[in-house]
């Protein structure tokens, strides 16, 4: 079973809108970390945000936003005011366990498109 | 901070050849990590070293895979008898111990095996 899954292969969005980007996950383990990261045609992967099981609030970081839906393993990532350079590849990805694994297991991945 | 560098940054070999890569970590990062990234997917985990200790292996890594942190600082990749199955672009990422969770990438060695 896929221990992430990113439904959206696609999404467009117009310059300056909000849009979410959908992940959910599959874990027993009730210590694990969930990620996002960007990855632009040039290949390197970005860090985005992280997200913690035991964390309370959602994360943000600046126009980013992680909705952590804990019962419905959901961990959607929100890109607000989308700029042209948000094009890229996302890519949601979890850590299993506290002080455990360290490997990060990731989604297919969704392609954003900004248009202008 | 110069970031995480990997040389080459492409690599095209024939089959059964052998191919090393490089990954240079930030410095000071304890941590190092190898991903395979192979087209329309995400990255699939390989290795990982804490310092100098090969901590973890992924059954990805078959007995032709073979990965190095001699002294603690950059690592190697060594790919034997390449097959056609292995082109792919390859990842390296370091983190910090204190904040393990945040793995910084490296721009990625891209393989081609003909």
């Known amino acids: 079973a896929q221990k992430i899954t990113q439904t959206q292969p696609g999404m467009f969005v117009q310059e300056k809108e909000a849009v979410t980007l959908d992940c959910t996950y599959d874990?027993?383990?009730?210590?694990?970390?969930l990620f996002w990261y960007k990855q632009p045609s040039s290949g390197e992967m970005i860090f985005l945000i992280y997200?913690?099981?035991?964390?309370?609030q959602n994360a943000t970081e600046g126009r980013y936003s992680l909705n952590f839906q804990k019962a419905r393993k959901s961990a959607n990532l929100v890109i607000s005011a989308s700029q042209l350079g948000d094009s890229a590849m996302y890519f949601c990805?979890?850590?299993?366990?506290?002080?455990?694994?360290?490997?990060?297991?990731f989604g297919k991945g969704t392609k954003l498109t900004v248009n202008p | 901070d110069t970031g995480v560098s990997q040389n080459p940054r492409h690599k095209i070999t024939k089959r059964g050849q052998n191919v090393t890569f490089r990954c240079d970590p930030i410095?000071?990062?304890?941590?190092l990590y190898w991903y395979r990234q192979t087209l329309g997917q995400g990255p699939e985990f390989l290795t990982y070293f804490q310092n100098e200790a090969q901590l973890e292996k992924s059954r990805l890594l078959s007995d032709r895979f073979s990965a190095e942190r001699p002294k603690g600082s950059f690592s190697t990749l060594e790919i034997q008898r390449t097959e056609q199955g292995d082109s792919a672009m390859y990842l390296c990422a370091s983190s910090d111990l204190g904040r393990s969770y945040e793995q910084y990438f490296g721009p990625g060695t891209r393989l081609t095996v003909t």
């Open positions: 997200q913690g099981s035991y964390d309370q």
């Open positions: 874990t027993s383990d009730p210590s694990y970390g």
């Open positions: 410095s000071e990062h304890n941590r």
């Open positions: 990805a979890m850590r299993e366990g506290q002080g455990g694994s360290e490997k990060l297991v």
